[in-house]
């Protein structure tokens, strides 16, 4: 009896030192832009799941990757879509589809202190029936009819500099049912780099 338990000391004991000095690997800590990057997807996987969306309803094959990177951003733009020079510059971009009458302005902002952030939620909720709310303390969505008979989504994410990137689409109300899905897949697309 006594042989066995001093057995039975022994092995947890020599379990104990052989675990001694092993070190196990230590993944990298992610990146601000990882952390965004999840924070998108987990966002776009919560909204879809509400909206009871398909994914597979868009073909992004037709779709082209627009991206600055002196910005750090980048989003999924339709290829037929063309790009208006004259509005465009090293802070963004407009893309138009003039048949469909659609606009997407895309852009960087310094965004000092949130003020231009806190400026561009106030102009979008006044600007007519837009509703919009904060998806964290880093996202603000809204969508909602403006004058003209014309409807419009935005996406703006502020990155961990401060910073803030803005996508907006007007695009014409009376088409909404069928532009809304693309639109979405657009704005779901922004990611910060």
């Not at 799941?49 to 980048?74: K, V, W």
């Amino acid at each position: 009896m006594r042989t066995s338990l001093i057995i039975g000391a022994a092995i947890p004991a020599a379990l104990f030192l052989s675990s001694c000095g092993k070190q196990e690997s230590v993944e990298e800590v992610p990146s601000s832009e990882e952390l965004a990057e999840k924070a998108d997807a987990a966002s776009k996987a919560i909204r879809d799941e509400e909206a009871g969306a398909d994914a597979s309803a868009i073909d992004t094959s037709q779709m082209a990757s627009y991206t600055n990177a002196l910005r750090g951003f980048t989003l999924l733009v339709p290829k037929d879509w063309t790009v208006d020079e004259a509005s465009s510059d090293d802070n963004g971009s407009m893309f138009t589809d003039p048949e469909a009458g659609i606009v997407l302005s895309t852009g960087w902002t310094e965004n000092r202190e949130d003020a231009d952030l806190l400026a561009t939620v106030k102009n979008l909720e006044e600007a007519g029936d837009v509703t919009g709310n904060y998806v964290n303390e880093d996202e603000y969505r809204a969508s909602g009819t403006i004058g003209d008979g014309k409807k419009t989504a935005e996406r703006i994410l502020r990155k961990p500099d401060g910073t803030m990137v803005r996508a907006a689409i007007t695009y014409p109300a009376a088409e909404a049912e069928t532009l809304d899905p693309l639109v979405a897949q657009i704005l779901d697309s922004l990611t910060l780099r």
